[in-house]
């Protein structure tokens, strides 16, 4: 599974990371993915954080299920599943070189948009279902379509207890879907559950720890605060 210190580094970035996604609802694996590939490999990565994402986002949605959003749930699902294996194909047959750079242009410019153009415009139908399938595409791919989900929620959602309870539960069905098929893959090695077993207990801590702190900030603070590390994850992406 790599030596002590990689092991270290990945779920230190792991308990922050999830920490985030349960304060804003999503960008968890967005911070995770970069440092899990670099350290252990894509298949790897994926694998824990997909069993980590189900157990951590269904958690916090159960914990706020009576916010749900179920309308924008079902739409948000029934474009993305159909999104989200189409992803899985292009990341088998594409270079991972190519496809880590463009996620993190594309990264780059979600968290520059938001950082200037702060205040959202009203999308027609048709961009929203195109966002959707760009959140499933990327979701498919990196198990990374947090930013294009947040920019159709944020257009639909307005309550933030529904955004970020509406978001988990979308967040722990894809996961679970994407882990499934990755297990009747044979890619949950010994290596992979033993890190799933490991970071259990960070999952814990950062759901409750993150529950906790978002009742005592503002969303919009925070918001911007991730749309800044956005940009920074990108341009490593970019540069990597």
């Known amino acids: 599974m790599g030596q002590p210190l990689s092991q270290v580094l990945f779920c230190a970035t792991f308990l922050f990371a999830y920490t985030v996604q349960a304060i804003a609802g999503f960008a968890g694996n967005v911070f995770v993915m970069p440092v899990g590939v670099h350290l252990f490999g894509m298949g790897f990565s994926v694998s824990v954080l997909n069993a980590l994402g189900f157990f951590s986002c269904g958690m916090l949605a159960l ?62 139908s048709w961009v929203l279902f195109l966002v959707l399938a760009l959140a499933g595409l990327i979701q498919g791919m990196f198990v990374s379509g947090g930013p294009f989900l947040v920019v159709y929620a944020m257009q639909r959602i307005k309550d933030k207890d529904a955004f970020r309870s509406t978001l988990s539960l979308v967040w722990a069905v894809l996961n679970f879907l994407y882990a499934a098929l990755a297990f009747s893959q044979g890619h949950f090695t010994g290596d992979v559950w033993l890190m799933i077993a490991v970071c259990i207990p960070l999952s814990l801590m950062a759901t409750f720890l993150g529950n906790r702190i978002s009742k005592r900030i503002s969303r919009d603070a925070f918001m911007k605060l991730t749309y800044v590390m956005l940009v920074a994850v990108g341009v490593l992406l970019v540069l990597t």
């Open 63 to 124: 914990m706020n299920i009576r916010s749900v959003d179920w309308r924008e749930f079902g739409r948000i699902i029934g474009v993305m599943v159909v999104f989200l294996f189409v992803g899985m194909w292009l990341n088998s047959v594409i270079p991972l070189p190519v496809l880590m750079k463009i996620f993190g242009a594309v990264v780059v410019a979600i968290g520059l948009k938001f950082l200037l153009r702060p205040h959202q415009k009203f999308m027609p």
